[in-house]
């Protein structure tokens, strides 16, 4: 635990005035946050608020209109996408994007792709280096299979799964990429209590693991209950930010959710 | 050892054995043909069955490596083995070349692309014909009889050309199946699964396209040396869109990522057709008409239909 501690108050993730506009439509606009080392981060707000933008911003997947993101210091665009996983940023879509044909235990075995350094010809010869770094991938991915408790799908396709495990599939897709940074889109989104909870329990061990999370929910309960932090966003504009007692209190963010409440007071 | 791969083994031990039974020459180079599609026919599986980039400029690869391989020995006089190798080289950095700017645009655009890519190619073989001979390259050399061990080999007699060409495929399909059970292969099929992932998951998309495509390109041109070699003469149509186009249909119909489907294909729509000398005329119908029916009722190939039937069938079928 001390460990964990230590990586504690170091700025993993730095955004400056970000802004990512679609036409005239500002999705994020003017928005500064900064996430610690080890912090379980939620990122709240209605829908189109611009908390998906945000993720596409942190793994350039969106061209940044105005502002900056710095992962550990290093400025994320001018990246490629596929160099900010290699960084340590994976993010789990929205809804359970997945390898639909591809059997389970590959599916998380792709995660590894861009830890391992295994070559064309040495694939092809089958060198002795290829065949440890084959072994010790598969045992990995067992690993993240006993984790996610998914051993008993193993070898059937990824799109065969229910709702729930596709997205606890995902996860470990994603943690076999070995992240420092991990940004789950609503992750229980359509989940029954029980699957609920295990997702949960997945979360918070992730955490205690030392992965840093960014999570983006609609389930309120959920959310003031695990995060460290968290961010409430409107209309692409940050509302307010804080522990989660001191966000739930807030005029603004309640105002956000319910409606507006001068209209109440007006009558 | 896994059912499919003793299915796959038997399949070339029967392939090994042919020729102790078949003596008539016609019969041999029937199956010569038919193993150097398959060749062929897995290239493009590579390319389309794994990695999902559907080509229709495929056989232009075959075309470049024909034409060299025939060309180096024709004006250099090289060697068949080198200008081979040579062959095979010049595509696979053609093919580069070609890949670089071509594998950045997806779906419809990169298979019109391709399609304008054979048919531009197609058009410089015919009228550079100082180089090329125009409508036809003939004198393609034989191959020559070697002595080797007190044993005297000669490769231009249609059985050893008929091993040669089984070996090739031996090794096509061995080095797809390799390249396939790695990360190489988990890269091919997660671009092909869902492109936007793959990149979240740190897989550098264009750069494994470029592999699989120039890779597929570098076994065509491969089968393009042998076809070359083998019939003596050939023309530019056999870079031309219309064979792409077949390639993609026996594909297609064959099922794609499968090594049944690679041997259904041109078994089905070229061996068949060929040796029903009447049907000729209606082959285009043929192709047609089976086409739209395996695309309606077996949406993922004959092998992926048989595959479907049952999991305990899915195992015995490579």
């Given at each position: 635990m001390d460990s964990i501690k230590t990586v504690?108050?170091?700025?993993?993730l730095k955004a400056d005035m970000l802004s990512v506009t679609f036409g005239r439509l500002k999705a994020v606009d003017n928005i500064d946050f900064e996430i610690q080392a080890g912090e379980l981060f939620g990122l709240i707000g209605p829908?189109?608020?611009?908390k998906t933008t945000i993720f596409n911003a942190i793994t350039n997947t969106v061209p940044i209109s105005g502002g900056s993101v710095r992962f550990m210091g290093k400025f994320?665009?001018?990246?490629?996408p596929h160099e900010v996983a290699k960084m340590g940023v994976v993010r789990i879509f929205q809804s359970a994007t997945i390898f639909t044909k591809t059997p389970v235990l590959v599916h998380i075995m792709n995660g590894l792709h861009c830890r391992s350094t295994t070559t064309y010809w040495g694939a092809l010869l089958r060198t002795p280096s290829f065949k440890k770094e084959e072994a010790g991938n598969r045992k990995r991915a067992r690993e993240l299979l006993k984790f996610t408790n998914l051993e008993c799908v193993e070898?059937?396709?990824?799109?065969?799964?229910?709702w729930a495990q596709q997205k606890r599939l995902m996860l470990a897709t994603a943690l076999s990429v070995d992240p420092k940074l991990i940004l789950l889109d609503e992750p229980i989104a359509g989940m029954n209590a029980d699957e609920i909870a295990e997702m949960i329990e997945l979360i918070k061990t992730i955490r205690t693991n030392g992965i840093t999370t960014i999570v983006i929910d609609h389930n309120m309960k959920v959310m003031m209950n695990i995060c460290d932090r968290m961010m409430v966003m409107n209309f692409g504009q940050k509302l307010t930010e804080g522990p989660p007692e001191t966000v739930a209190q807030d005029p603004r963010v309640i105002e956000a959710y319910l409606g507006s409440s001068k209209n109440d007071q007006s009558q | 050892m896994q059912p499919r791969t003793i299915i796959f083994l038997a399949l070339g031990l029967m392939a090994l054995v042919i020729p102790l039974i078949v003596k008539s020459n016609y019969w041999l180079y029937m199956l010569t043909i038919l193993g150097i599609f398959m060749i062929l026919v897995s290239s493009l599986d590579l390319l389309y069955g794994f990695t999902g980039l559907a080509s229709l400029g495929h056989a232009a690869f075959f075309g470049i490596g024909a034409y060299c391989t025939a060309l180096f020995q024709l004006k250099f006089g090289f060697p068949f083995l080198v200008s081979l190798i040579i062959g095979i080289f010049l595509t696979t950095l053609f093919s580069t070349l070609i890949g670089w700017p071509m594998l950045r645009i997806r779906g419809p655009y990169f298979a019109l692309g391709t399609l304008a890519f054979g048919t531009i190619i197609t058009i410089i073989i015919h009228n550079w014909d100082e180089l090329t001979g125009g409508v036809s390259l003939s004198g393609i050399p034989l191959l020559p009889k070697v002595e080797l061990l007190g044993l005297s080999i000669d490769f231009a007699s249609k059985r050893s050309y008929y091993y040669i060409v089984i070996f090739s495929l031996f090794l096509t399909i061995l080095i797809i199946r390799r390249l396939m059970d790695s990360k190489i292969g988990r890269a091919f099929e997660s671009i092909r699964e869902n492109q936007d992932l793959a990149v979240a998951l740190g897989v550098n998309s264009l750069r494994y396209k470029l592999i699989s495509f120039a890779t597929a390109s570098a076994i065509a041109a491969g089968a393009g040396g042998l076809y070359a070699n083998y019939m003596g003469a050939i023309e530019?149509?056999?870079?031309g869109s219309h064979m792409s186009f077949n390639l993609l249909v026996m594909i297609v119909v064959g099922g794609p990522g499968t090594i049944t489907g690679t041997i259904i294909g041109p078994l089905l729509l070229w061996f068949v057709p060929e040796f029903l000398e009447a049907a000729q005329a209606y082959r285009p119908l043929f192709f047609g008409l089976l086409l739209l029916l395996v695309i309606i009722f077996m949406p993922m190939g004959i092998a992926g239909r048989i595959r479907a039937i049952d999991p305990r069938i899915d195992r015995w079928i490579p």
């Open positions: 504690k108050n170091s700025t993993l829908n189109g608020a611009g994320i665009h001018g990246t490629k070898d059937q396709p990824a799109g065969s799964l229910s | 530019p149509e056999i870079a």
